[in-house]
């Protein structure tokens, strides 16, 4: 489902469900299990996520969407998954040492909030990126909508996430939300070299730096609050879930 491997002041964690990488209860508590370790040792400057499947993260899983969809108590059910992804990326996002998502694939839904949430970005320039939720009636309810509008502006996030569009890397590079692009045949060999980089620099300083950094961007947080309460509407619009129904049937035929 996901190793890690260390490599000097580096952790590389690469996700490995396929065919995807989905992510479920399981994939999510192991992912809060590698960054625990990444966080406690110390000699770690940099966590460096990739995948070795054909996609970074295509998001949420399908089987558990649709098991949730078809009982009455499930829509209570996912907001509590997405909660712990909530939760889960800002431990990422707040950890004292540099997060690098490399995406080779697909990275779209709950698999782009994951690389958002991450300090730095590569991506493939063929790979596809987007928060596609509102193509179903939902929102992107992990983050989504507060760090994508942090990184790349109100208007951008306007344009992406209310039109759930997908775009390139290399496209994504332009719009600021991944910092370099580069071919797939390239994409490991420049992901490492530029990890190395950063591992070369003291854990401390960088705990420092991403504080400073964080403090010049403060939030009340109340959007991730909004996040969850228009989830949970719109996991009761009977439109929204119609849309569900129909890609998750379309999906499994």
């Not at 960088?206 to 009340?220: F, G, N, V």
């Amino acid at each position: 489902m996901l190793s890690t491997e260390i490599k000097g002041r580096m952790m590389v964690l690469t996700l490995s469900r396929p065919p995807v990488n989905a992510l479920n209860e399981d994939l999510i508590e192991r992912l809060n299990e590698a960054i625990h370790r990444a966080i406690a040792n110390e000699m770690i400057s940099v966590l460096h996520i990739r995948s070795d499947q054909k996609a970074f993260s295509a998001g949420a899983d399908l089987a558990l969407m649709q098991s949730c969809f078809a009982t009455p108590e499930g829509p209570d059910f996912m907001i509590a998954v997405v909660r712990r992804m909530q939760a889960l990326f800002a431990r990422i996002e707040r950890a004292p040492l540099v997060t690098f998502a490399e995406i080779g694939g697909a990275a779209v839904g709950g698999g782009l909030e994951l690389a958002l949430a991450c300090d730095l970005r590569i991506a493939a320039v063929e790979a596809k990126l987007g928060l596609t939720e509102a193509r179903l009636g939902l929102l992107p309810g992990a983050g989504g909508t507060q760090r994508l509008t942090r990184l790349c502006g109100r208007g951008l996030a306007n344009r992406l996430i209310l039109g759930g569009e997908v775009v390139t890397g290399a496209d994504a590079r332009d719009l600021g939300i991944v910092q370099w692009a580069c071919s797939r045949a390239q994409l490991a060999d420049r992901a490492r070299e530029i990890v190395a980089q950063y591992a070369s620099i003291p854990r401390a300083a960088l705990a420092e730096i991403k504080t400073c950094l964080a403090s010049a961007d403060d939030r009340d947080h109340h959007g991730y609050e909004a996040e969850i309460g228009g989830t949970r509407r719109l996991y009761d619009n009977p439109e929204s879930r119609q849309r569900v129904a129909d890609f998750l049937n379309k999906t499994a035929a």
